[in-house]
Each structure stands twice: as C-alpha cells, then as structure tokens.
C-alpha cells in the first residue's frame, strides 16, 4: 500500500491518503508536545515505540472483541487504518485522581477513586480541548443521539477493564488514559488514533515512577527509557 498525499498532521501523528478511498497509512511522530503545545519537543525513537505499544494494546482489545480501525502495520513508525470519521470526543476513562481532576475537584494526588469515571472533553485545540457533559454533546450535535454517547461510556469502561488487568500483571498501575472513536462507512463506531504513554498514564506499581509522557511534562527525565520500559513489560508474558 502505497503513502500518498498528507491529509492532515496532528501532534503525535500524520494520515497519508493511499489508492484506496477506504484506507489511510498512520504516521508516529517523534515530537512531545504538553499543555496544549506550549511545550514543545523531539525524542528520537518515540514514534516507533508508540506504534508498537499502540499496535500490541490494539491487538489485545480487538482479542477481547473491541473493533479498531487497525488494519495491520507496516513498519516501525507506520499503520494501515481504516479510514473514519473521527467523533470530536476525547473519552478519558480514571481509576486513580492526578493531573487536571486532581487540581480542578481538590482531590489529594494519587487518591484511587471508588469507581471508574468517565470523562468527555471536546477535541477542538483552538478552545483548549474543554470538559463537556451529554448534554453539551447534543447541543453541539458531536454525536447523533444520546445512545452514542452510552456507547462511547461503555467502551470506555469496557477498555479499561482490559487494560487495567493487563498492566496489573505486568505491574503497571494504569492512572488514566484518553481514547477517541471514529465511525466507519457502515456506521460501526471503532476505536482510533492511538493507545500509547502519549495518552495513557503508566504508573510503577511498586514505586510509582511515571513511565508516560508526564515525564515530559514535569521534567522528571528520559522519556525514551521509560516508554521502552512499559514495551519491554507488555511483551515480557
């Protein structure tokens, strides 16, 4: 399959047109970018680590029957996907209070909360990706009927559950993590874009080191090192 025309760019990626209408090759990027781009970076090898995180965590999913726009990968840094329509939805899914929750409700960092919450924020980087609730949802008409937005829930909670028992057993305390959905030319709503440490929180779970792109955000040390580390931990079993 043939990388034709850029279609768009984004942070972490770039989505190349091919000769078929129905299907896109995915670029991973090595640029780091925090606190909507002000912070900018380059960590060679980063993209090639995402697509293989990202590659593995989507074959596990697609294992326990979560349908992804994955078609197959190609080489270390590019993806053949289906093509979609992105849901303008960021769905982050929480099992332990950090980052923004922590400083917008005043809960104490690190605080595991007592169930799974769900959050949506509007993917628009020009307004600053916003917090917004069902309603807003429907207002801005981002999704076509509240059972969309059931869906997108269950999901999210659905990966979680996946995920958060994968990473235990490889001791890995999963904090929190985004996903985005697009919607394919028969209308099925598949996960897209990425699961990576550029969208996830990985925790040690003996130590707590951060092993994700908060590194790159607080200035705690190599990012390369430690998104080789969760690698080298999801295909330890």
Known sequence: MNKGALLYEG??????????ENLLVSEFKDDLTAFNAEKKGNEAG???????ISTQLFHLLEKHGIQTHLVKTLDDTHQLIKKVKIIPIEVVVRNIATGSLAKRLGIKDGTVLPFT????YYKDDALGDPI???EHCLLLN??????????LKRLGREIN?????????RK??????????????????????????????FW???????????????GLGDVKVAYEEVLKRILAH
Do not use: H, W, Y
Not at 11 to 20: A, N, P, S
Not at 46 to 52: D, S
Not at 204 to 218: A, C, G, P, V
């Open 11 to 20: 942070k972490g990626k770039k989505l190349f047109l091919t000769e078929d």
């Open 46 to 52: 980063k993209g090639a680590l995402n697509c293989k």
């Open 117 to 120: 919450l769900v959050e949506f």
């Open 132 to 134: 917004i609730n069902d």
């Open 142 to 151: 981002l999704v076509k009927s509240e059972s969309d937005l059931e869906e």
């Open 161 to 169: 559950v996946i995920m958060k028992s994968f990473f235990a057993e």
């Open 172 to 201: 890995l305390k999963l904090v929190d993590f985004k996903v985005e959905f697009g919607v394919d030319t028969e209308g099925n709503i598949l996960l897209s874009d990425e699961i990576s440490p550029d969208s996830c929180r």
């Open 204 to 218: 040690d779970m003996d130590t707590n080191e951060k092993l994700d792109k908060d590194r790159f955000r607080q």
